[in-house]
């Protein structure tokens, strides 16, 4: 068993819609448990589809499904009511007092990828309980995931920058400001609720971003796919999450005497170098094309068995991740991996203790480490997939 010092092993697994990510996420889990290892896969996928993999029910509780294999369809209703109702209840009274319907004044004040969010301070009650070995993670597809895990450091940045300040203004003029405009102002419950929910989601950031954290991306070797997964692969790194491998599902074997086939069988082997390219220095796992998708935990053994060819999936993953600084004489550098990406693709400002880090559409703010913030940017280049930030102390 883990002690809670060290934390489970997490390993989220996430792709583009169809590939076969929640199949390939329930063998390795299956394989796992197999192994000894305590096991439990729960989704951040509003699409749940574990039950129909393991072909068992699934409660919002961890279910067991085999020796050491347990199962859970997150209650999402069950944690936003627990995070979230003191927020809904002010911004009902809002709404009332503007006169909008109640039915739409509630659809209004349900947060956009709720049942994600609250999946994964689900994620982190589980990983935080000390009673598993292994807790994997089956995502939304690619687009909702990455969403989701720039929101943390985004609503961390809001609540350092501008809540502390909201809260003062309407502590001190909360009669004024009910008065002048009619509507009630949030009490001190509300703020505390929503300090509450941005700390626990920080601690989900933090889980996700460590060291025993890893992102695994699964695809199938077609030429739209891969674009969207080398996407994956930078913003990922952008957000400061560690990929350790990816996984091509439903490869055609070869096939002699077969045209039709063997002219499939070219096509992937052409995007599958194209892959390695891509990916390089990350394993690369390859899934053959099945008749029919695996169901149980015994034939979902038997893929990632099969899959995984005698290496070891599960180990803790290497290297000091996507983010680190080395410190120089006068001055550090900051190194941040962005793969696929070339200097011309990379926008950076500095704004006070932040370093903003824009990459197509997604932006990151970087809150910089103390020992930062009297160092001036002095100069900065893209080499080697990789985003190098030279600071100098900034001298009086």
């Known amino acids: 068993m883990t002690t809670a010092a060290s934390g489970p092993r997490i390993l989220l697994f996430t792709g583009k819609g169809g590939v076969g990510k929640s199949t390939i996420a329930s063998g390795t889990a299956a394989l796992a448990a197999a192994s000894g290892r305590r096991t439990l896969i729960l989704s951040t996928d509003a699409a749940h589809s574990l039950a129909d993999a393991f072909a068992r029910p699934i409660g919002s509780e961890p279910t067991q499904v085999a020796e050491n294999l347990f199962v859970q369809q997150v209650d999402a209703q069950h ?21 909008v319907d109640p039915v739409a004044a509630e659809e209004l004040t349900v947060i956009p990828g709720a049942e994600e969010v609250f999946a994964l301070l689900e994620l982190r009650k589980q990983a935080l309980c000390g009673e598993w070995d292994l807790l994997i993670v089956d995502c939304a597809p690619t687009a909702e995931t990455l969403r989701l895990l720039a929101m943390p450091e985004a609503l961390g940045w809001y609540m350092q920058r501008v809540f502390g300040f909201q809260r003062k203004v309407v502590k001190a003029l909360k009669p004024v400001l009910t008065k002048a405009s009619g509507m009630p102002m949030p009490g001190d419950s509300v703020f505390d609720a929503v300090e509450r929910l941005h700390a626990e989601l920080d601690e989900v950031r933090d889980l996700l971003s460590g060291p025993r954290a890893s992102v695994r991306l699964v695809l199938t070797p077609e030429n739209v796919v891969l674009a969207e997964a080398r996407r994956s692969f930078t913003t990922l790194s952008l957000f400061g999450y560690r990929v350790d491998g990816v996984v091509a599902n439903r490869v055609f074997p070869e096939a ?30 390859r899934s ?7 169901v149980g935990a015994e034939a979902l053994q038997a893929l990632a068995t099969e899959l995984y060819d005698g290496c070891d999936p599960l180990a803790d993953p290497d290297g000091p991740g996507p983010l680190r600084i080395t410190r120089t004489v006068g001055g550090a550098v900051l190194r941040l991996a962005l793969p696929n990406v070339s200097r011309p693709e990379v926008e950076l400002a500095r704004n006070g203790d932040d370093l903003i880090v824009t990459v197509g559409s997604y932006r990151r703010l970087l809150s910089l480490p103390v020992s930062l913030a009297r160092h001036r940017v002095a100069a900065a280049r893209v080499e080697q997939d990789e985003l190098q930030v030279r600071f100098e102390e900034m001298t009086s």
């Open 79 to 99: 944690r936003f009511e627990q995070s979230w109702a003191e927020i809904q209840s002010y911004l009902l009274s809002v709404l009332s007092m503007a006169g």
């Open 256 to 285: 002699e005497g077969d045209d039709w086939r063997s002219g499939w069988v070219a096509a992937q082997s052409a995007v599958l170098a194209d892959v390695e390219a891509s990916f390089g220095g990350l394993p690369l796992w």
């Open 288 to 294: 053959v094309y099945r008749p029919g998708e695996p």
